[in-house]
């Protein structure tokens, strides 16, 4: 009985060894993709905080220079400031996960939005009046 044990051991061994050696490549792929995930996570976490602070980076340049949310030079300036901040801040992360300059730059314009509609001193009147005056007449409407 000893004999046809060894015989047993001796002909699926190797099967056993191949069958493991073929999982060890795809383990690792496996493995590699979820170390991959965090990273990116991490990553992601990292690009939404520095949007956040180069939001703020872009309301405090726009404030310090006396801009309003209507003066669309210093506006884009204030943005410009605050996406530099956010480039330098996390590049490599930016690059690991294809995300623009132009990305980042709408990116920051939005959440200086955020702040700018959550700030009590800014105001929509002025632009409501200049968009009514800028709108032609109603035409009357038809009838039938």
């Known amino acids: 009985m000893k004999s046809d044990l060894v015989l047993l051991v001796q002909a699926l061994a190797p099967l056993a060894l191949a069958a493991f050696t073929a ?9 590699r993709r979820a170390i991959g995930m965090k ?3 991490q990553q992601q976490a990292n690009v939404i905080a520095a949007v956040d602070w180069g939001a703020q980076a872009a309301y405090g340049h726009l404030i310090a220079n006396g801009g309003t949310i209507f003066d669309a030079p210093a506006r884009s300036a204030a943005i ?23 990305r980042v730059y709408g990116m920051v314009n939005a959440r200086l939005g955020g702040l700018l509609a959550v700030d009590p001193t800014a105001t929509i009147s002025a632009a409501t009046s200049v968009v009514r005056t800028a709108l032609p007449p109603r035409a009357p409407p038809c009838q039938r």
């Open 23 to 31: 999982a060890v490549p795809y383990g690792l792929v496996l493995t």
């Open 80 to 102: 410009a400031v605050g996406t530099n901040h956010v480039l330098e801040d996390v590049a490599p992360a930016l690059k690991a996960l294809n995300i623009t300059p132009q």
């Open 39 to 41: 990273l990116t996570t």
